[in-house]
């Protein structure tokens, strides 16, 4: 059974680009969370999908959109980038949308806007 | 506002010592408590989380921790360090309600000496 992964990698960007991050969540997840993680620091919560449902979301401009798919794998899309952006930015899934339910990391994609 | 305090970024200890990691959240209600390990280019991995019940906690790895409300505390500890624990551990709390967003510390970096 594969866990949570994630695509591309790494992945290098120049300001004002606009970046797609995909995820795909473990085998019978259909709870998809984004995290952004700064060189240094703990995650970030950015949002949450279920149900196809954006249904919480952190403290991040609307530049951060995401998209969850039928078949549960999911999208982050930043626009606009900018230097402050650069970060690993972590899904993560789990079954169903309580929180008592374990959830799994991917093991992230490195993004470096230049 | 949920937040999460970790007084110690980094901490070395030889093999085969005691480890305890400090964690202090802030949290209206009762919460959800994680603790998670994360290793060079890894996603993170959850040690052990309290919900409710007994305070001490046994997780994998040999890893435990204690709540302790009136301290606002959920401490990790490990009785023997192996060169293997050499990572990142992170804290982290969550409603225990639905949408399972988590805040996170910004981490221990554990070194063990040989």
């Known amino acids: 059974d594969a866990g949570v992964t994630q695509s591309p990698t790494h992945l290098i960007k120049t300001r004002g680009q606009q970046v797609t991050l995909r995820c795909s969540p473990k085998s019978g997840h259909d709870t998809v969370s984004w995290y952004q993680q700064a060189l240094g620091q703990g995650p970030q919560f950015i949002f949450q999908y279920y149900e196809e449902e954006e249904r919480q979301r952190g403290n991040f401009p609307d530049r951060f959109s995401g998209h969850q798919f039928p078949n549960y794998s999911s999208e982050l899309n930043v626009n606009a980038l900018w230097l402050g952006d650069s970060a690993l930015y972590l899904c993560?899934?789990?079954?169903?949308?309580?929180?008592?339910?374990?959830?799994?990391f991917g093991p992230g994609t490195r993004l470096t806007v230049l | 506002a949920q937040s999460v305090t970790q007084p110690d970024i980094h901490i070395t200890v030889s093999e085969g010592a005691s480890l305890e990691l400090r964690c202090n959240y802030s949290?209206?209600?009762?919460?959800?408590l994680f603790w998670y390990v994360q290793s060079p280019g890894q996603g993170l991995q959850l040690l052990l989380k309290?919900?409710?019940?007994?305070?001490l906690v046994q997780g994998i790895k040999g890893f435990e921790a204690e709540f302790k409300r009136s301290q606002s505390s959920f401490n990790l500890r490990k009785p023997s360090v192996h060169w293997s624990d050499a990572a990142e551990y992170f804290c982290a709390v969550a409603a225990n309600t639905n949408a399972g967003k988590s805040t996170f510390g910004d981490g221990t970096t554990l070194t063990v000496k040989p």
């Open positions: 993560a899934s789990r079954p169903g949308d309580r929180t008592y339910n374990e959830q799994f």
């Open positions: 949290y209206g209600a009762t919460p959800y």
């Open positions: 309290y919900f409710s019940g007994d305070t």
